[in-house]
């Protein structure tokens, strides 16, 4: 079964780093695209960053220079090292993955429970 499980949220003060992990589960996941979103109240879902099988990347400009998503495909894991972080980054933040390939019944496409992270002094 596909799960994806994320870690690592909290409260930091502006300036400061946080990473996040997501843990999955199923699948193939070396070849599946993975990616982070967030969500602020009163805010759509915004794409952050994401990372493909060939380790590609893409960042929303919002985070460009400051965030690093990266994967460790023995692992199972994908990861998000946010710094400099800004009260602006305040969010709930979901880590999601698109699959491959999938058997029958199975998403191409699941989401975790969400971390929130809080930048505030």
């Known amino acids: 079964q596909v799960q994806l499980v994320e870690s690592g949220g909290g409260l930091v003060r502006p300036g400061g780093s946080l990473r996040l992990s997501c843990a999955a589960s199923?699948?193939?996941?070396?070849?599946?695209?993975m990616g982070w979103y967030r969500q602020a109240p009163g805010k759509q879902r915004e794409l952050v960053a994401r990372i493909t099988s060939d380790s590609s990347t893409f960042y929303a400009d919002s985070v460009k220079g400051r965030f690093t998503i990266s994967r460790d495909n023995a692992k199972n894991t994908v990861y998000l090292q946010m710094d400099s972080l800004r009260p602006e980054d305040t969010a709930v933040y979901y880590c999601?993955?698109?699959?491959?390939?999938?058997?029958?019944?199975?998403?191409?496409?699941?989401w975790g429970q969400g971390t929130q992270v809080t930048v505030s002094s």
């Open positions: 199923g699948g193939i996941f070396s070849i599946d695209t």
């Open positions: 999601n993955r698109q699959r491959l390939v999938a058997r029958r019944g199975e998403p191409f496409e699941s």
